[in-house]
């Protein structure tokens, strides 16, 4: 085997992109372009941009990837997605360019367009927020109401047994950062909530998966969603929890503007006007409740520790929480509901 063909196989980025290139969409000599840590540059994931003469492609790397055939499923999830909203040519999908035939990478087509949390970021006026989460409600909406065919009945019952293992594991910040007091009195209120959504039953849908601010792009003409890859059918009630909870929390409201979901009530209502037909307000809320408190438990030490912005993002939920569960408490003496810094929170435009 000659040496070209060992650097096109050896489990490295650069014999990647050097397989990519074959292609004829970037040269061979390409120079990657580094992207925000926030891509996912964690362990043997890495992401950068390739310039070529007809495109600015991202490029996902992960050498690991070839056993669990992630960016095969990631390929074909991605074009099932864009199918279901071919017939709203307002609304997208970003596009797979190229699934690496060894299994180590792929490629998307790069838009330069903002992401939902860089237009909050830019926001001047409440209107220009409020279509924020109008925007975010129609994107979603368009696909839960093409892939809705049957109802699912909601089961949560799992809940419990996963925060009581959370409450116990050495990662896990709320153990030692939140009274224990305090997150037990959360959990028991949290418990009511799963008790009264169970059984309900809600539309099963194609979801997104991880449908935050980041993941959805503002291009002029046209919405389009990042990182579908963890779709899958399910209710849609946690992917709108998801989009409103990353977004809102970067926002700064009064105390009296929060309503019984933990959400600005003007934000949820401009984003219920995207999105269209929902289930009653009464389930919605519980669910964002569950969905946040979730979120809550999950942060773990070595991030809190390790990252100022993750600390802001735990103390804002730990605030939305007590307000809504535990009304008239502030366990951190802070103000109620400080933002997490929107223009320190931009995620960059990843395949």
Known sequence: MNQQSNIAQDGTI?????????TGL??????????????LE????????????RGTYAFKHNSTAAKSGE???????????????????????????????MGEAVATRFDPSPTARDALAAAGTEAD?????????????????????????????WIGDHVAKLRHHKSTAVRPYAAP??????????????????GIEVPAVQGHGDFHGGNLLFA??????????????????????????????RCNPEEDEIGASGIDEDHLLAFLEGYGPTPPREILDRAIRISLFLKFCKIT???????????????????????????GENVTGAKPFSPIRPSRMRSPNAP
């Not at 994107?139 to 019952?157: M, Q, Y």
Request: positive net charge.
């Open 14 to 22: 650069e014999g990647a992109i050097r397989r990519f290139s074959e």
């Open 26 to 39: 970037v040269p061979s000599d390409v120079v990657p372009r580094p992207i925000s840590r926030a891509l």
């Open 42 to 53: 964690d362990g043997p994931r890495k992401i950068v941009l390739l310039d070529g003469p």
């Open 71 to 101: 960016f095969a499923k990631e390929g074909k999830r991605l074009a099932r997605m864009a199918g279901y909203l071919q017939a709203s040519p307002e609304f997208g999908v970003v596009e797979v360019i190229w699934v690496d035939p």
């Open 129 to 157: 927020r409020r279509e924020v989460f109008t925007r975010g409600g129609r994107w979603l909406g368009a696909l839960h109401r093409a892939t809705a065919k049957k109802t699912d009945r909601i089961d949560l019952d």
């Open 181 to 198: 007091d305090l997150l037990d009195r959360m959990t028991a209120e949290i418990l009511q909530d799963v008790a009264a959504l169970r």
């Open 220 to 249: 002029p003409d046209k919405t389009i969603a990042l990182d579908c890859t963890a779709g899958r059918r399910s209710n849609p009630l946690f992917d709108m929890a998801d989009y409103l909870i990353d977004l809102d929390l």
């Open 301 to 327: 030490l070595l991030a809190f520790a390790g990252d100022p912005v993750v600390r802001r993002r735990f103390l804002a939920q730990q605030n939305r929480l007590t307000h809504v569960l535990l009304p």
